[in-house]
């Protein structure tokens, strides 16, 4: 298949994860973050009215919930944590419906309170209120006034919990009636995606009886350190001569770096624009980059996306596409040569050199030292260290490559230890992923009244219950789980629903919630 080329530039820049230090530079070489996905603002200027006609705040009103600061000491005082709130389609007796879109500022998805998404469906369907609150340490919900390893002590996945309970026992939501409106008085539906989905999942295993359903997409519940197979869905289901011509230049580059020749070693390097990028790590690790741009795709995102931009530079020759095989070797490494150097190094790098760029090496780096608020890259990454892991690797020797073995989770790990220095015990910290397992359940959840949703095309696939395809055999009635044709958090937009598949795991969704919410009752 041929893939149209345009606006690579603008693309890379929308879609990768930079970190920005404080004179203002890139420092391109860092992983995506487990997002859902961000959706068009409505229009500010529209008017929003409930069902009997009354005009309502806009979406984009914002409101403040003083949040505690620590769930184990009350004392420490609280924090304004921001929310945004619609009872467009609310009636007396209706449920509330709450989300955080997680690890980013939420003042980009508020479009989450409206029918666009699964959370607006359900609410117009059970004529429910939706809610998206702002995930702590995020945006401009922060219990300090930085990001330093101090500060981010009350920064936990228990934590985040607790603001859930703390959250819905006590707001007094600005809607008629919004001060009795609690759990016991009103059921309370959680719905979250990615990192958000897992803590749907986490919630509801932990705080039993607090939300009566849930509705967790692509959700992350199985921490874990070595996290390689993030790469499989992507190997498998991105076209078949790009699969084969990137694992042809991964065996190569390992082959190479390997080998211990400088010659060899510094074309190769020549080859990709990074001839002064000191570290083979730093080298093996970047060309992950072009496989993230996976995570971004939609089924609505057509050849243009930048993945399948990546791909066309491989597979596109004289206007020709190569076929299932792909080109081979000796053109496949000679094409992604020339698409880094001419092409995605300046998109991403500007006019830093490789090593500033790209390099992981300089632990004084302002990429890595910066405490400024805001910081979703810092605050996401202290989860990722402590508790997640998630770490994007190589896989196993006797496994087909799209990724360089040389990266291995040490890589990371120092980064860690760069970024919170203080914080660990050792230059090379392992996260207590098998802690977060025992905590919250991983892969063995299962909680009445709470639906998974999962896309055999999400590269977070593997850490989701849907890992290995079992999915569809662990589904009864009060823990369905369903498995679409989507990619990550598909199932979350209404847009996304030109794929039949999505359609019914919504059409699912919004039936399951029907009954369970038909069955609550009032806490006497």
């Not at 939420?106 to 989450?112: E, G, V």
């Not at 340490?137 to 101090?150: M, R």
């Not at 199985?222 to 190997?235: C, H, L, S, T």
């Not at 001419?342 to 300089?362: H, M, R, V, W």
Request: hydrophobic letters at 40%; glycine letters at 8%.
């Amino acid at each position: 298949m041929k893939f149209l080329y345009h606006g690579i530039g603008l693309l890379f820049l929308a879609r990768l994860s930079f970190a920005i230090t404080p004179d203002g530079r890139i420092h391109a070489n860092r992983p995506p973050r487990p997002s859902i996905p961000k959706l068009p603002l409505p229009p500010t200027d529209t008017p929003v009215a409930s069902r009997n006609g009354t005009q309502l705040p806009p979406y984009n009103m914002v409101y403040y919930f003083d949040q505690l600061i620590d769930h184990n000491n009350p004392s420490a005082g609280t924090f304004q944590q921001r929310y945004w709130h619609t009872y467009e389609f609310y009636e007396s007796g209706g449920p509330i419906i709450l989300s955080t879109p997680g690890e980013v500022a939420a003042d980009a998805y508020y479009t989450y309170l409206t029918n666009s998404t699964i959370n607006g469906q359900i609410a117009q369907q059970l004529s429910g209120s939706t809610i998206v609150l702002e995930h702590r340490f995020f945006g401009e919900s922060n219990p300090h006034s930085d990001l330093s390893v101090t500060s981010l002590r009350v920064h936990t996945i228990q934590q985040a919990i607790d603001d859930f309970e703390y959250f819905a026992n006590n707001v007094q939501l600005p809607m008629p009636n919004g001060n009795a409106v609690a759990p016991g008085k009103a059921p309370w539906i959680l719905i979250g995606g990615s990192y958000a989905g897992a803590l749907t999942a986490y919630t509801m295993v932990n705080k039993p009886g607090l939300f009566e359903a849930g509705y967790a997409s692509s959700a992350v519940v199985q921490a874990m350190v070595d996290y390689w197979g993030y790469f499989e869905p992507i190997m498998q289901h991105m076209p078949a001569n790009c699969s084969a011509d990137v694992q042809a230049v991964i065996a190569q580059v390992d082959s190479v770096l390997n080998s211990g020749n400088t010659n060899s070693i510094n074309s190769l390097k020549e080859m990709f624009g990074v001839s002064n990028l000191s570290h083979l790590d730093d080298f093996a690790a970047v060309l992950r980059n072009n496989l993230f741009d996976w995570q971004s795709l939609q089924p609505t995102s057509g050849p243009g996306g930048a993945f399948y931009q990546f791909c066309d530079a491989l597979e596109v020759k004289n206007g020709v596409s190569a076929g299932a095989s792909g080109w081979g070797l000796t053109h496949a490494l000679q094409a992604w040569g020339s698409y880094w150097t001419n092409t995605y190094i300046p998109s991403i790098c500007g006019g830093l050199d490789a090593e500033d760029c790209l390099g992981t090496y300089d632990s004084t780096n302002p990429s890595w030292t910066n405490t400024a608020i805001p910081n979703a890259e810092r605050s996401w990454e202290w989860l990722v260290c402590n508790q997640f892991g998630f770490f994007y690797d190589g896989p196993p020797a006797g496994q087909p490559a799209i990724v360089s073995r040389l990266v291995q989770p040490a890589y990371d790990e120092r980064h860690c230890a760069y970024m919170f220095p203080g914080a660990f015990n050792s230059s090379t910290p392992t996260p207590n992923a098998t802690g977060t397992i025992a905590a919250y359940g991983g892969w063995n959840i299962s909680v009445d009244r709470l639906m998974f949703a999962n896309g055999q095309r999400d590269p977070w696939l593997e850490a989701t219950v849907g890992a290995a395809g079992t999915l569809a055999a662990k589904t009864t009635g009060l823990t369905p789980h369903a498995l679409s044709d989507g990619f990550h958090c598909s199932d979350l937009l209404t847009r996304s629903n030109v794929d039949p598949s999505i359609k019914n795991v919504q059409a699912n969704a919004t039936m399951f919630m029907v009954q369970w919410i038909a069955s609550w009752v009032p806490s006497a």
